[in-house]
């Protein structure tokens, strides 16, 4: 399994949480690419429900890995 920023993005509107198969269900209904179905089928499908796009990618990075600070804009 293989994520990048691009390929994660395709998940960012998911309905959250949802299930392994729910996820497959959206990636394939919002036309992402197939290495985003690949890498969903690939996760250990135990009836989890994954609340965010942390729990499947741990390092996703959030707004506070980034150093941009809003006040100035």
Known sequence: MFWTLE???YL???PWPATKDE???YSIRSGAPLEVVE???E???????????E??????????????NEDEY
């Not at 996760?43 to 796009?53: A, K, N, P």
């Not at 729990?55 to 941009?68: A, C, G, K, N, V």
């Open 55 to 68: 729990d499947i990618w741990p390092d996703y990075p959030t707004q506070e890995d980034f150093l941009f």
């Open 43 to 53: 996760l250990d499908d135990e009836g989890d429900v994954y609340e965010t796009i």
């Open 7 to 9: 390929l994660a993005s």
């Open 12 to 14: 960012e509107d998911a």
């Open 23 to 25: 996820l497959i269900d």
């Open 39 to 41: 890498n969903l089928q």
